[in-house]
């Protein structure tokens, strides 16, 4: 279980986010100077390089936007042209993508991040340039709300699995899908029917709560507050639910704790979109009330199992049921050991996770449930001081990452294992590195009291 630190303010890391940015800019800058991108988006590492791994191409918008990011935290305009220019020439594939269910990371992190720097003043306003940015961010969104499943339930946005598989990452995706839907898009099917996005939207998130996320109501015998499904499996013919399942963790009935990240960082990004809506928009799902309840107790749910389920320094294993940890002893009771023989950590899940759990925090806060949006905000900043330090923070100036001792897929054995050990560590990935960035970036927005940061700043 995490040991809360209560002492802790954002105050505390200002040298340290100093720190971070100057070794961000290094990681950035080596990348481009070395890494090939013939070979395809840089996914993770391996003895400190970037390499590749095919499945999609869905760390792509993670690299360009860490250099987007990267301006908006230093103001160093190098790596706003660079953001934009690569933003510009290698990102048009991913507004198309019919294929994923990643459009939230490759074009919020792009197009999305770079559309916000202009609403907020930080780059000079341009008509074009603007429109570009609304535009592709349209069709980005619908083009992920069309890869759509009916069920008994009401629907949601399918996985690069199939039309049976609900993934919980998904969850991040939605906001490319509210995205287009305030940014006025219509989208369109046969005969020209119009689909609401917002609909589709809210449905995906509904049905994240329902199947995504476990409550200790007895769905099965291994259901507790907060658990997660990696992939949830529909019929496809009745619409009825399946079964859990998972492709990156243990099981379907364990916890693989990025996803449980993913969940965290989603649901409480959503409920802070809410507060943009009107309460006739939510009309149609029961009312503001109802929508913020099911989000709400998804959000408490899995920051709960987050703290509940981690080491006390906030850096969890990779999958909370994964079988080694069996013979680690109390390891919930002391600091993680990256560097045991038995089971990894996964120190992006820290970096996501840390997000949700300030956001969630700072949105109970401001409802007045401080008591509990304390402990949230003040178990995020404990996640963070242990990420944003060594044996995480990666100061070696020949490792291409950032943050370290990063998992991609356990269970398909694609991480490194250097020689002599039983497990991998030591390396980074893409997605760990850019959310590390998009944390820090909101810790520091908070410490200077800059415009609070959201991915529906693109809108106003």
């Known amino acids: 279980m995490i040991q809360i630190n209560n002492a802790l303010q954002p105050a505390d890391f200002s040298t340290r986010l100093n720190q971070f940015w100057d070794l961000s800019a290094q990681k950035i800058n080596q990348i481009d100077a070395q890494y090939d991108a013939a070979k395809g988006s840089p996914v993770f590492t391996a003895q400190g390089q970037y390499t590749t791994r095919g499945w999609t191409e869905w760390t792509q918008g993670f690299q360009y936007g860490s250099a987007i990011l990267q301006f908006d935290a230093t103001g160093d305009s190098t790596f706003l042209e660079m953001g934009r220019e690569k933003t510009l020439h290698a990102m048009a594939p991913h507004i198309s993508h019919i294929g994923v269910h990643d459009h939230g990371f490759n074009n919020v992190s792009t197009y999305g991040n770079l559309l916000r720097l202009m609403r907020e003043g930080k780059v000079a306003f341009d008509e074009w340039e603007k429109n570009f940015y609304e535009l592709a961010l349209k069709i980005s969104g619908a083009v992920q709300a069309s890869r759509w499943t009916s069920v008994k339930t009401g629907g949601f946005i399918h996985s690069f699995n199939g039309p049976h598989s609900l993934f919980v990452d998904t969850i991040r995706s939605c906001r490319a899908v509210v995205l287009s839907h305030s940014l006025g898009h219509v989208f369109q099917g046969e005969g020209d029917l119009k689909i609401n996005l917002l609909d589709r939207a809210l449905q995906h998130m ?195 990452g950032l943050i370290l001792h990063s998992i991609y897929h356990r269970p398909n054995g694609w991480d490194y294992v250097p020689e002599g050990s039983k497990i991998p560590y030591g390396e980074s990935s893409m997605w760990g590195d850019y959310h590390a960035r998009e944390v820090a970036l909101y810790l520091q927005r908070t410490l200077n009291n800059e415009t609070y940061y959201t991915f529906f700043g693109a809108l106003s």
């Open 206 to 400: 509904k049905a994240t709560a329902d199947y995504s996320v476990f409550y200790g109501e007895g769905r099965d015998i291994y259901d507790i507050w907060g658990r997660t499904a990696h992939e949830s499996v529909f019929n496809t013919k009745d619409g009825n639910f399946r079964c859990p399942n998972s492709q990156q963790g243990y099981t379907g009935f364990t916890t693989w704790t990025r996803g449980l990240a993913w969940a965290m960082c989603g649901f409480a990004e959503q409920l802070e979109y809410l507060t943009v809506l009107d309460d006739v928009d939510l009309q149609p799902y029961g009312g503001r009330e109802a929508v913020e309840a099911f989000m709400l107790k998804a959000g408490k749910a899995t920051c709960d199992f987050y703290i509940e389920h981690t080491p006390i320094d906030g850096i969890p294993y990779w999958d909370t049921g994964a079988p080694g940890l069996a013979h680690m002893g109390n390891y919930l009771d002391r600091p993680a050991d990256p560097y045991n023989d038995f089971e990894p950590v996964d120190s992006s899940a820290a970096a996501i996770g840390a997000q949700g759990l300030l956001r969630l925090g700072n949105y109970l806060n401001e409802k007045g449930e401080t008591e509990t949006g304390q402990k949230y905000w003040q178990a995020g900043l404990t996640v963070l001081d242990s990420l944003f330090k060594e044996p995480y923070l990666s100061t070696d100036p020949n490792h291409q």
